[in-house]
């Protein structure tokens, strides 16, 4: 049976179409999500996408936090339903306490749209299951607010938890502190990313196709639920 | 902050609604004296209207006609000329819609069509160059919203004073930063366009922002309003005072003077995220069948959309302007009028259809109003609070504004800079020099990376980017299944127009040409924006005539058609006008995006080739401008025959895959082409120039092209350029770490790459 996993679209959201088209390069079904619905329509699992969600008003995914699709996907990722948030994605994901920190200002005070080398520093979670420890992947980012933050206590209780899912590897575009451009929650179902592996699906539109291995990972996750 | 201006603006004004100058008002006091001139119209164009409606204007009418029959709008000084663009037209049966819509459409086959267009935001992106420039972008994309299409990708060209002038570090940084905000937040992929700079741009910087968007043939939409009893309805942003110093004027001048406090800011500010909302809720509407015409508001908003749609469907049109949702309420008729708020559009609804309409706004949070219907009566009425405030032919502001036959005069400057011929610049001789003289031209801000720009702007978003910056053309996916994909590219040179403005536009034009066939698209169409001083200087409209004549016979030549574009008028600081500055942009086909053509040499031990014919030519060049500050003699000899010629080869090569890159010859010529190709493939390579070194690295002779051809396909293609009579000269190999001149110099990649990122990254920070 072909998993089907749901990508939402809030007002203002952007990567979207790239993250339906990288769950069908995968082998999956994508299935549309609509912010004002209260419903998962049974979905396997779920893409917060790229973008402006409510035109970032107010602060990065503090409004999409709110919108009723999130009131189920929060208490089903509790019961561990697998969820990734892509860029503005990872922004609501932290706004809604489902991961910790949050993400500010880049460094250089200027949108950064750069090919990066990451580095998987977990490779046992639900989306990340498909590489190797330590494998190094080119991706895209792309996010004028993209500096992953955190408390010392909360970065030391990732690192503990082996929470921290990829690192910038070649030099640290935005900020982030300890170079972090992923993390995941302790169960290792919910992963925030601030690159766009969505974005590295086929090297016809992208850097690469290391992306791919996220969305394929998390196939065999559902697989095996 | 908004709802602070909005208070503030009330009180100045006053706290009581001022009663508005309506038709009764205007027959009953024909002889009151009206500010026609603070808004921009002659003598005779006020009388022209009074003879139009038969009396003197209400404040709103001559609101209306201001607008309509401003330079911007009316194309009043460069019309007449524009109609070469038709007459001279090559036959074709491409355009499904041309030149007078809101952009032209082009047939791309497969039951696609594409439309594109790009326009200036000069002005106000000198004023504030953050919103200046990002209202810039959210116009262009209505425009092709407009049309039907979903936009999907836009470009900008951009031309800025000295790099290292204090004001270019303030208009420079906020153009880009408005840039990257707008196209960022609506999800458009930024795929190329241009960065140039001069001193003729300081105190006018050019800011051209061209947006491509994809329809099905059967989905074009036009600008007209048919069938009388359907429903006018605006949706978008609500309607406040932006953008309208002019009503302002008429405001202070008929009303008493309202004071210092009533001052409207100039320039729009812009509100992506709403744009963003309106091309889905439109797409949505279009899709569901909903929309019998459709206009989007931009420069003259709701005067401009209600003459252009009742003036396109033949018919008449009844308004109720208090209907207008308002962001200040103390906003009279005129006031709405001119208003250029951001984010609106005007449908054309049939009656049945308004609930539906309304509920799919209603799903995207998009404010949709019912204002008025369609009538059958050719007139334009409008009213306020019942009170009749607008009657009038709306063609008579929209299609039938004055038309000027400005004085032409070639300046006599003209004949004694054609004479300053570049053969008296000393050149390059050793190889030390010539190694100097490259990296002068690769680490300055026109010949070096761009990405300090670029990399503020996604080029990512849509998936379906194969080629953006620092490639030769943007290259967009279309279709998934078939990889048709169109390219585009944007050129223009103000040196080479500045010498001569008939070849310096045709070599503008070649240039875009020669750019979409390097990436193995064939050209289709054209798109321009004409950059211009004052009209009212006839060695200006000297200029702007030689360039309009220059591009109608190039396209006519190379049989692509103008589809439409833009004239920027007035780019000058008192009497020193902007080096005349057509921008051209051509868009082409690509039958197979899997088989494009990147521009960097990536691949060692293939064989690099020089296509077409190298001529000492360094009129104009950016050698002469960066080694000598020199701006003399003609511009390269143009060839169209020759352009054709080597886009046939590049195509079929293409097709055929028989290269594995392709990188044009402009600015810089042959020497800052293979740095660049090295820097972007991370490749070296070792070549032999076949005659003087300094005029085969630096000459700027046009048709040309350096290829990286397919180890396996070499006799393929020698067979190919002799088939179209293009002159093929091998120059070397790809390989190693430096990019070697045999017998001259060599720099090595790492070299190449830091001299070629130092300019911005130096200036900006």
């Known amino acids: 049976m072909t998993a089907r996993i749901g990508v939402v679209t809030f007002p203002g959201s952007l990567d979207d179409r790239d993250a339906r088209r990288a769950v069908r390069h995968a082998g999956a079904e994508a299935v549309e999500l609509w912010h004002a619905d209260a419903s998962l329509r049974g979905v396997d699992a779920v893409i917060l996408p790229g973008g402006f969600s409510y035109g970032d008003y107010l602060r990065c995914g503090a409004i999409a936090r709110f919108a009723p699709v999130m009131g189920e996907i929060i208490p089903a990722a509790g019961r561990g339903l697998p969820v990734l948030g892509i860029c503005n994605g990872f922004q609501i994901l932290c706004e809604a306490h489902l991961l910790p920190g949050a993400l500010t200002r880049n460094a250089a005070r200027r949108f950064v749209n750069r090919d990066v080398r990451i580095r998987i520093e977990n490779a046992a979670s639900a989306w990340t299951s498909g590489y190797q420890p330590e494998q190094e992947l080119t991706v895209v980012l792309k996010s004028g607010e993209g500096a992953y933050m955190a408390d010392p206590a909360t970065l030391a209780e990732l690192e503990a938890h082996g929470q921290i899912l990829c690192r910038y590897a070649d030099g640290n575009p935005n900020g982030s502190v300890a170079d972090i451009a992923g993390i995941v929650s302790e169960a290792g179902n919910v992963a925030g990313l601030m690159p766009h592996p969505e974005h590295a699906v086929e090297t016809l539109t992208g850097p690469s196709a290391d992306g791919l291995t996220f969305f394929t990972s998390v196939l065999q996750a559902v697989a095996l639920a | ?765």
């Not at chain 2, 001052?263 to 992506?272: A, I, L, T």
């Not at chain 2, 990286?708 to 009579?725: N, T």
């Open chain 2, 1 to 765: 902050m908004t709802s602070q201006q909005t208070s503030a603006r009330a009180d100045a004004a006053g706290a009581s609604p001022v009663p508005p100058d309506t038709v009764v008002d205007a027959q009953a006091t024909p002889g009151r004296t009206q500010p026609y001139a603070a808004l921009g119209l002659t003598a005779d164009e006020y009388e022209r209207v009074r003879a139009v409606i038969g009396r003197r204007p209400t404040d709103a009418e001559l609101a209306i006609y201001s607008v309509m029959w401003s330079e911007h709008c009316s194309y009043k000084s460069s019309r007449r000329h524009l109609r070469q663009f038709a007459d001279k037209a090559p036959a074709t049966d491409v355009l499904l819609a041309g030149m007078g819509q809101n952009a032209g459409v082009v047939d791309i086959g497969q039951g696609y069509a594409v439309t594109f267009k790009i326009e200036s935001h000069n002005h106000p992106s000198y004023v504030e160059p953050y919103q200046g420039a990002a209202t810039g972008v959210g116009g262009i994309v209505r425009d092709i919203l407009a049309m039907g299409a979903r936009p999907i990708a836009v470009m900008d060209a951009l031309r800025f004073g000295p790099a290292d002038a204090p004001d270019t570090h303030r208009v420079l940084p906020g153009v880009v930063g408005g840039i990257s905000f707008y196209g960022n937040c609506l999800g458009l992929p930024n795929i190329g366009g241009e960065l140039a700079f001069d001193p003729c741009y300081l105190g006018n910087p050019l800011v051209n922002a061209l947006c491509v968007g994809v329809l099905r043939h059967e989905d074009l939409k036009l600008a007209a309003a048919k069938g009388p009893g359907n429903q006018v309805i605006l949706l978008g942003s609500r309607t406040g005072p932006d953008g309208i110093g002019g009503a302002s004027v008429l405001a202070s001048a008929s009303f008493g003077g309202a004071g210092e406090g009533a001052k409207r800011p100039s320039v729009q500010v812009g509100d992506p995220f709403m744009e963003k909302l309106l091309v889905e809720c439109c797409l949505e509407l279009y899709a569901a069948g909903l929309v019998v015409g459709v206009q989007d508001l931009g420069a003259a908003g709701v005067a401009c959309a209600t003459t252009e749609l009742s003036a396109g469907g033949g018919t008449g049109m009844r308004v109720s302007l208090d209907r207008v949702p308002l962001r200040d309420a103390s906003l009279g008729p005129a006031e709405i009028l001119m208003s250029e708020s951001q984010e609106r559009m005007m449908a054309i609804v049939r009656p049945a259809d308004v609930a539906p309409f309304l509920a799919i706004c209603a799903k995207w949070d998009v404010p949709a109003t019912v204002i008025g219907d369609v009538t059958d009566t050719g007139r334009l009425e409008m009213t306020w609070h019942g009170a009749l405030v607008v009657d009038i032919p709306p063609g008579s502001a929209a299609d039938e504004g004055p038309v000027y036959d400005r004085p032409v005069r070639r300046p006599r400057s003209q004949d004694a800079l054609i004479s300053d011929d570049p053969d008296r610049l000393a050149r390059p001789s050793d190889g030390a020099e010539l190694r100097a003289d490259l990296l002068l031209l690769l680490g300055s801000a026109d010949g070096g990376d761009k990405s300090w720009v670029t990399e503020q702007y996604d080029c990512y978003v849509r998936g379906d980017t194969v080629l953006a910056t620092p490639h030769d053309a943007g290259l967009l996916r279309i279709d998934e299944a078939t990889g048709l994909g169109v390219a585009l590219a944007t050129d223009g040179n103000g040196r080479y127009c500045h010498l001569d403005p008939y070849a310096g536009t045709q070599l503008a034009l070649a240039e875009a040409y020669r750019n979409v066939a390097a990436s193995g698209a064939r050209p289709l169409a054209v798109t321009n924006c004409l950059n211009f001083g004052s009209p009212e200087d006839p060695a200006v409209m000297w200029q702007f005539t030689e360039a309009v004549r220059g591009l109608a016979d190039g396209c006519q030549q190379l049989r692509v058609p103008v589809t439409g574009g833009n004239v920027s008028f007035y780019n000058q600081t008192g009497s020193a006008a902007i080096r005349p500055t057509p921008v051209v942009g051509v868009l082409g086909v690509h039958d197979d995006v899997r088989r494009r053509l990147p521009s960097g040499f990536s691949v060692p031990d293939a064989s690099i080739l020089l296509l077409g014919e190298t001529r000492p030519e360094f009129g104009g060049s950016l050698w002469a401008w960066l080694r000598h500050g020199h701006v003399g003699g003609g511009p390269p000899e143009v060839d169209l025959q020759a352009e054709q010629s080597l886009a046939e080869v590049l195509v079929a090569a293409g097709a055929q895959e028989l290269l594995l890159a392709a990188h044009d010859l402009s600015d810089g010529g042959l020497g800052l082409a293979l740095a660049e190709a090295c820097v972007a493939g991370r490749c070296g390579c070792v070549v032999t120039l076949p005659g003087d070194a300094a005029t085969f690295l630096f000459s700027e002779s046009a048709a040309r092209a350096v290829v990286l051809v397919r180890p396996s396909a070499e006799a393929s293609f020698a067979r190919l350029c002799a088939a179209s009579g293009v002159p093929a000269t091998e120059l070397g190999r790809t390989g190693g770490e430096v990019l070697e001149v045999a017998g001259k110099f060599s720099v090595p990649l790492a070299e190449l790459a830091s001299v070629h990122r130092s300019a911005l990254a130096a200036l900006f920070g």
